[in-house]
């Protein structure tokens, strides 16, 4: 009987982020080539790691994996990056891709137990949703220990004897973090968009305006009030809800709109009808209190239970408003016919 | 400033006769909304939960329940246009900002 032995497949990284790298996180964040930003699955070095280096789990997302390696300059680690789909590690461990099965199958197939002498893994604790840790213990020998949540802390982590204070364990949300979340947001509402300008252009075509620049400005206003300033002022403007806070926001944003084309108790003459003007106010709302409402999926805080409770209301309340809005502007154009 | 989302909504619980207080609830919780007290584990804060189900995947003696799902409304209006469980996967399409 012969004995085949698998050779071990090791690939060398460096803690220094290139050119390249910065110009591919930062395309990501505006959705460019964001679903295809990944590395290869399996056991990087940093440094000259030996047998006792710490092992460190990330996910197969190019940004998660570079945050990671950036955080270890002067150390001597291993990484070993799960198939994650090019998903970020919390994300994945919501899906289960970053997962029991995926972590044990990955520990056996890089062949860890002849890299190091130590049976501990490092996961960020972010991991953990997706991770049974007793479940990798009894599968793979491994004992499971969770890092901080944020790479940075990997280093005081690893110093501190693997304790991660609680600060260390708590997640954060602050307007930064919040800030580079809203490009792909914003992005994304993109197609939609050009959508509705193509059926006012067409609506002005069949005489059913005039939609123009006031239109235009009016609805972008909407969409960066839900996709960028939302978000942004998000614990700062009262309420809860999302698409509540978006709704508020938008209000403001409508009626400074309708107060600054005359409807201001000062200009005589209004520049729109008082249909349109109450048609902004039905519409322009909605649909920064729609895109608020989505950035419930990029927030670190927000439960499904809570996402549905705030869904039932706003859901209707948004279609009624936007339809009963489209009604009066249409109405208004007849009239002018 | 913090921010806070819907006051009882979770569906958090814990069977505080099946916790041994080994305490790996609080290392996993993103949110702080466990302690130890007693050489057992309690809820503090049941309105910080968002129900990511770290707790209930890494309790060794399955004493913490949570109905899991996504706190993603794009995924959930995608799960009721498809008539599917909502889910993170907006990988194929450039909706949303989840994931």
């Not at chain 1, 949300?173 to 914003?186: A, E, H, W």
Request: proline share 4%; aromatic share 10%.
């Amino acid at each position: 009987m012969q004995i085949t032995t698998r050779e071990l497949k090791i690939i060398q990284t460096s803690t220094q982020l290139t050119f390249n790298d910065i110009v591919g996180s930062w395309k990501a964040r505006w959705g460019i080539n964001r679903m295809n930003f990944k590395v290869e699955p399996g056991l990087y070095s940093v440094g000259k790691p030996d047998n006792n280096s710490p092992v460190l789990v990330t996910g197969n997302y190019k940004m998660s994996f570079d945050i990671l390696r950036k955080e270890l300059h002067g150390l001597d680690a291993w990484i070993l990056v799960l198939d994650t789909k090019g998903i970020n590690v919390w994300c994945a461990a919501g899906k289960g891709t970053f997962g029991t099965k995926e972590l044990v199958n990955r520990i056996a197939i890089v062949q860890l137990e002849k890299v190091v002498s130590h049976k501990t893994v490092i996961l960020p604790q972010l991991g953990a949703p997706g991770i049974s840790a007793h479940e990798v213990t009894k599968f793979s020998g491994f004992k499971v220990v969770y890092g901080p949540v944020r790479a940075k802390d990997v280093k005081e982590f690893l110093k501190a004897g693997l304790e991660a204070s609680v600060e260390m364990r708590t997640v954060r949300f602050s307007v930064y973090d919040r800030l580079v979340l809203t490009p792909v947001d914003l992005v994304a509402t993109f197609k939609v968009s050009l959508m509705i300008f193509g059926i006012l252009f067409l609506l002005n075509l069949l005489g059913f305006g005039p939609f123009g620049f006031i239109d235009f400005y009016a609805y972008m206003g909407a969409v960066l009030v839900g996709c960028v300033l939302t978000p942004v002022l998000l614990p700062w403007i009262p309420g809860r809800a999302f698409a509540w806070k978006g709704w508020l926001v938008g209000f403001i944003w409508a009626l400074t709109v309708n107060v600054f084309n005359g409807w201001n108790g000062w200009t005589t003459v209004p520049l729109y009808s008082v249909l349109r003007a109450l048609g902004y106010l039905l519409i322009l709302p909605s649909v920064s209190a729609y895109l608020a409402m989505n950035f419930t999926g990029s927030s670190t805080f927000t439960s499904s239970s809570g996402v549905l409770k705030e869904m039932r209301i706003a859901v209707p309340a948004i279609i009624i408003s936007i339809c009963l809005g489209i009604v009066l502007i249409l109405v208004n154009s007849f009239i002018k016919l | 400033m913090k921010n806070q989302y819907l006051k009882n909504v979770s569906t958090l619980k814990l069977k505080s006769d099946q916790c041994t207080g080994c305490g790996r609830c609080l290392e996993v919780c993103p949110h702080n909304v466990f302690r130890i007290e007693a050489k057992k584990s309690v809820v503090i804060d049941k309105d910080r939960c968002m129900e990511c189900g770290a707790c209930v995947k890494n309790c060794p003696f399955n004493a913490i329940e949570v109905k899991p799902g996504v706190g993603c409304a794009y995924a959930i209006i995608m799960g009721w246009l498809t008539g599917t469980e909502p889910s993170c996967d907006c990988s194929d399409n450039s909706g949303g900002g989840c994931c």
